[in-house]
T-cell receptor
């Protein structure tokens, strides 16, 4: 298995631009998670899906952030408009169940200038 | 809401010394998991503990789950430079995992 796939691996953009991060979970996993990691705030859960349905989005910072999971093999995290404080590494993870072992993707390093 | 704290935040040790990180939850946990993140990498699952008082070993790593299921520890015996990284605990409360704040371990040769 290829593991969790994320794209792009690096993204540099200017403030105000729209950013879309993509994730392909491991085949057969029914839970998908989006995390943000910074030095200041550590690893934060933004949102997670069970069977493609958003279950808990309480970690989404504000309305500028949105996430979708149109099918079991694809999810997106969109930031519009982006701000410098959104600069972080964004991880996608998947698992067989919401409380089971999570497999993380390599992450997307986002820099907003 | 549920919080999971880890101490220490940072630990520098000489190669060969032991290392311990502690994880404390504000609420009782159903289970606890431990992850390791190498510098520049992503978190990788190490182990899961479920039972009160459970102890598990993986070579030089010993994991414990507290009797009250509100705390846990990871102990590394005789650290090696390959142990460098950040260690996270993740506790399950009601329906989701909450990751701890992490302990960054640096090992000097």
């Amino acid at each position: 298995d290829a593991g969790v796939i994320q794209s792009p691996r690096h993204e540099v953009t200017e403030m105000g631009q729209e950013v879309t991060l993509r994730c392909k979970p491991i085949s057969g996993h029914n839970s998908l998670f989006w995390y943000r990691q910074t030095m200041m705030r550590g690893l934060e859960l933004l949102i997670y899906f069970n069977n493609n349905v958003p279950i808990d989005d309480s970690g989404m910072p504000e309305d500028r952030f949105s996430a979708k999971m149109p099918n079991a093999s694809f999810s997106t995290l969109k930031i519009q408009p982006s701000e410098p404080r959104d600069s972080a590494v964004y991880f996608c993870a998947s698992s067989h169940g919401a409380a089971l072992e999570q497999f993380f993707g390599p992450g997307t390093r986002l820099t907003v200038l | 809401g549920q919080q999971v704290m880890q101490i220490p935040q940072y630990q520098h040790v000489q190669e060969g010394e032991d290392f311990t990180t502690y994880c404390n939850s504000s609420t009782t946990l159903s289970n606890i998991q431990w992850y390791k993140q190498r510098p520049g990498g992503h978190p990788v699952f190490l182990i899961q503990l479920v039972k009160s008082g459970e102890v598990k070993k993986q070579k030089r790593l010993t994991f414990q789950f507290g009797e009250a299921k509100k705390n846990s520890s990871l102990h590394i015996t005789a650290t090696q430079t390959t142990d460098v990284g950040t260690y996270f605990c993740a506790g399950r409360g009601t329906d989701k995992l909450i990751f701890g704040t992490g302990t960054r371990l640096q090992v000097f040769p």
